[in-house]
């Protein structure tokens, strides 16, 4: 089992740049969702998805979208880079009422 | 707003030191109560949860209990070492139906041999 992967690790973009964070689990979840992670913020919940073709909004949900077509993968769609979108995103996977998170993608938008 | 107060870090001890990192939450009714770890570089992992009041959740020598009256839920550790340097979080189940969770700010722990 590989668990939560996401890619890519690191990437820079510009500001009104797009582009896409991946995330892809193993594990047959259901749920899953995507949270930011800034300096004395904690992690905040951007969009969820409870199955293929379910998603929903979380607290920070602008600039961002999300789709979810199949068990295994949930990206994040960024359509026009901000600045205010430079973070460390986390993808996660829940069974039950554990969480399963990814390594992370360090976003910096210049 | 965030319904998750934690303690301010960083916090640094030295190697076999009491840990106690505070937790406090505001919620409708009794949710579910989680620590989460945060090693450097890497994703959380679940360290401890608890789901009812006076549960105490316990993992990898840490421990928790889920404290109604005080709407508390602090992390404490007899002796750390210098493997448990990370940062720290606790989180409450959000009473919705989809189990999404609300994160403290978290508390980056540091200690020294």
């Known amino acids: 089992n590989a668990g939560v992967t996401q890619t890519p690790k690191f990437q820079v973009l510009k500001t009104g740049q797009s582009m896409t964070l991946q995330c892809a689990q193993d594990?047959?979840?259901?749920?899953m969702s995507w949270y930011r992670q800034d300096p004395g913020m904690g992690l905040r919940l951007i969009h969820y998805s409870v199955g293929a073709g379910i998603t929903d909004q979380g607290e920070v949900p602008n600039g961002y979208n999300v789709s979810r077509s199949t068990t295994e993968d949930f990206p994040l769609r960024l359509l026009s880079a901000a600045p205010s979108q430079t973070s460390v995103y986390f993808c996660a996977s829940r069974i039950y009422n554990e969480q399963f998170f990814g390594p992370g993608t360090r976003l910096t938008v210049l | 707003g965030n319904s998750v107060t934690q303690m301010e870090g960083p916090v640094t001890l030295s190697e076999e030191a009491f840990l106690t990192i505070n937790c406090t939450y505001t919620a409708t009714g009794y949710p579910s109560l989680f620590w989460y770890v945060q090693y450097p570089g890497e994703g959380l992992q679940l360290l401890l949860k608890a789901t009812k009041a006076d549960d105490k959740g316990s993992n990898k020598g840490f421990e928790a209990t889920y404290r109604k009256e005080t709407t508390s839920f602090h992390l404490e550790k007899g002796s750390v070492q210098v493997s448990d340097s990370a940062v720290y979080f606790c989180a409450r189940g959000d009473g919705g139906s989809q189990g999404n969770l609300i994160f403290g700010k978290g508390t980056k722990l540091s200690v020294k041999p």
């Open positions: 594990m047959n979840h259901e749920y």
